[in-house]
């Protein structure tokens, strides 16, 4: 089991930008595939992307393509979202797989998440 801390969420105005975090307590992500998903409120679980622990490999929801980006250290796991809207209001969560790399919720390691609101 590999407990994943999320960071970085926060209030921002629709357009602005927020680099949400990613890491695991007490030892290190190298390697692990890595999903970002977003539950928004009365709403099903929702794939944002992924990426290989080869640090290369990428993979988008294609609606978030070109706004959000994934890319990551040894540490850490990064989201970096640009032009917010308020649609991308939710509570963010990161989860981690030593063997499963995909959109699906088959990860076996789960953050508590981070809650991003934008507003209009």
């Known amino acids: 089991q590999v407990q994943l801390i999320e960071s970085g969420g926060g209030l921002v105005q629709a357009g602005g930008s927020l680099r949400l975090s990613c890491a695991a307590s007490g030892r290190t992500l190298l390697r692990y595939y890595v999903g970002w998903f977003r539950q928004a409120p009365g709403k099903e679980r929702e794939f944002v992307a992924a990426?290989?622990?080869?640090?290369?490999s990428t993979y988008y929801t294609n609606s978030m393509k070109g706004r959000f980006t994934i890319s990551r250290d040894s540490a850490t796991v990064y989201l970096d979202m640009n032009n917010l809207k308020p649609e991308d209001t939710a509570v963010y969560l990161c989860?981690?797989?030593?063997?499963?790399?995909?959109?699906?919720?088959?990860?076996?390691?789960w953050g508590q998440g981070t809650q991003v609101t934008v507003s209009s």
């Open positions: 990426i290989h622990y080869n640090t290369v």
């Open positions: 989860a981690a797989d030593s063997s499963y790399y995909g959109s699906e919720s088959q990860y076996s390691n």
